[in-house]
Each structure stands twice: as structure tokens, then as C-alpha cells.
């Protein structure tokens, strides 16, 4: 357990429509990032906050936003899905968001767009 | 454009002989690598890593091997035991634009054989 958890684990919707996925960092961690991993591909970096700002962003569509609350949880919005959206959302955690800094990832959430 | 590369999708190994995962990248300014383990319905958890003053790091059964000139890293697993079935993603970040950036490869899937 990373001490990172990711709300819902799985998702079921259909083509354009919202959803939002929940991630609670571990209890001291600055940082958070969000990842995208599609079917048989690597890790897609997506955005990164550290205490609340927006500190790097990937390539992250803008249909997708972010955000980091004061209480250090984030919420990554994705609106008017696609069939090719579905993929596993990671989120991921850091006490600095310095690269050097080890990031603790969440199990994912698994989206399926129908 | 993928600047981070795992050209194996899959390796297998017999137990106790020594596994090697190999990654390529084509960014000279990254400047920190690392390797990432993850198991089936988990997120990745981070396994070791390296900066680019270094050629070699070492940690128990797990050696990373930098090639800068080659923009080659390399993962040594010795002895391989069948609890390191799993798949590696190797990671890169770094450099002047890409500071707060990961950049994973598509991931090896390495089997260890009893």
C-alpha cells in the first residue's frame, strides 16, 4: 500500500459525456501527478501540482483538467469523452515535486468509454 | 514522439541467472533515470535509479547502467527470482525544459521461470 489512494477504481460511461477522478496523496506529500496509461503502452505524463499550483504539464488535452485542493487532494476532470480516452488514470505522489523526489503512484483508475 | 524506448515487449529468464531490461532515449538533457516495477491491478512502485554524473548504481540484486553516449540504461537483476515477474517501466526526466517532466517507456514484461 503507497499510502496513495485513487477513488473511483473502475468507470463506466459513455461518449461525451464528464467524469472526475479523486486522488488523496500520502499524508505529508506536496505533489501530485497524473498519469494516462492507454492499452499496451507506457505511462503518459499528464500534469503535476505541488501545493496547490500547477508546476508541469505534459501532454495533457484540453478537453482534461486538473486541479489540487488546500487540503492536498486532487480531482482530474475529463470531459466530453472519447472512445479512445479509455485507459487506466494514475495518480502519483511526492513530498517536493523535485524529480529526485521518489513519487508514490495509487492503483489506478480504470475508465471505459463505450 | 516517444523520447524514452523499451524495444522488448516481453523476456523471460530462468531463476537465479541474471535478467537484463534495456531502454533507449533520444533527449540528451535528461539528466535523471529511473526504473519503475508494477504488478497486475497495482500502480508502479519505484525500484532504483540513477543521475547522469553516475554510470552505474547498485542496490542489492539490482544494478542500473547508464550510457550516456549511447543514450542507453540498462536494468541487471541478479539472481532473478520468480517474485521479480512483473512489468518494468524505465523513466526519464530532466533537463531545462523538462524538469518536472517523466517520460516512460512502453514497459518489459520480464517472466521468471522456477
Known amino acids: 500500500d503507497s499510502g496513495v489512494t485513487q477513488t473511483p477504481k473502475h468507470l463506466i460511461t459513455a461518449t461525451g459525456q464528464r467524469v472526475t477522478l479523486r486522488c488523496s496523496p500520502r499524508s505529508g506529500d506536496l505533489s501530485v501527478y497524473w498519469y494516462q496509461q492507454s492499452l499496451d503502452q507506457g505511462l503518459q505524463f499528464l500534469i503535476q501540482?505541488?501545493?496547490?499550483?500547477?508546476?508541469a504539464k505534459g501532454n495533457i488535452l484540453e478537453r482534461f483538467s486538473a486541479q489540487q485542493f488546500p487540503d492536498l487532494h486532487s480531482e482530474l476532470n475529463l470531459s466530453s469523452l472519447e472512445l479512445g480516452d479509455s485507459a487506466l488514470y494514475f495518480c502519483?505522489?511526492?513530498?517536493?515535486?523535485?524529480?529526485?523526489?521518489?513519487?508514490?503512484f495509487g492503483p489506478g483508475t480504470r475508465l471505459t468509454v463505450l | 514522439d516517444q523520447q524514452v524506448k523499451q524495444n522488448s515487449p516481453s523476456l523471460s529468464v530462468q531463476e537465479g541467472r541474471i535478467s537484463i531490461l534495456n531502454c533507449d532515449y533520444t533527449?540528451?538533457?535528461?539528466?535523471?533515470f529511473l526504473w519503475y516495477k508494477k504488478y497486475p491491478a497495482e500502480g508502479p512502485t519505484f525500484l532504483i535509479s540513477i543521475s547522469s554524473i553516475k554510470d552505474k548504481n547498485e542496490d542489492g540484486r539490482f544494478t542500473v547502467f547508464l550510457n550516456k553516449s549511447a543514450k542507453h540504461l540498462s536494468l541487471h537483476i541478479v539472481p532473478s527470482q520468480p517474485g521479480d515477474s512483473a512489468v518494468y517501466f524505465c523513466?526519464?526526466?530532466?533537463?531545462?525544459?523538462?524538469?518536472?517532466?517523466?517520460?516512460f517507456g512502453s514497459g518489459t514484461k520480464l517472466n521468471v521461470k522456477p
Open positions: 533527449n540528451s538533457m535528461f539528466d535523471y
Open positions: 502519483a505522489s511526492s513530498v517536493e515535486g523535485r524529480s529526485y523526489n521518489e513519487q508514490f
Open positions: 523513466a526519464a526526466s530532466g533537463g531545462l525544459y523538462n524538469f518536472n517532466k517523466f517520460y
Open positions: 501540482y505541488y501545493n496547490g499550483e500547477e508546476r
